[in-house]
């Protein structure tokens, strides 16, 4: 998979970047990006992009303007969507 995995992610966090718990905010980036079809990508490619940026070393909180949380949060809040798209949650 190339960069576009970025996109993805940045997709995700948009929605989240000014809740004070990410994790409150996962089914809301669930159903409004995954869910939505944003940037013309199905569930499946969401979760592979997922999981593609929680393997890599990159900064993920630098993606976005993520102020008020920490690399770690980030982290926590891309386990727990991959955790419900492998679920099956973001399958329409």
Known sequence: ????WMG???ALLYT???ESDLLEGVEHAIDT???GG???ASP?????SVRTALASSARLSELVVMDRHSE???RKFLAEVESRLDGGAGVA
Request: hydrophobic share 50%.
């Open 1 to 4: 998979m190339s960069d576009d």
């Open 8 to 10: 993805h992610v940045r």
């Open 16 to 18: 989240v970047q000014f």
């Open 33 to 35: 990006i995954v869910r």
């Open 38 to 40: 944003a940037l013309g």
């Open 44 to 48: 499946a490619r969401y979760l592979a």
């Open 72 to 74: 770690g949060d980030v």
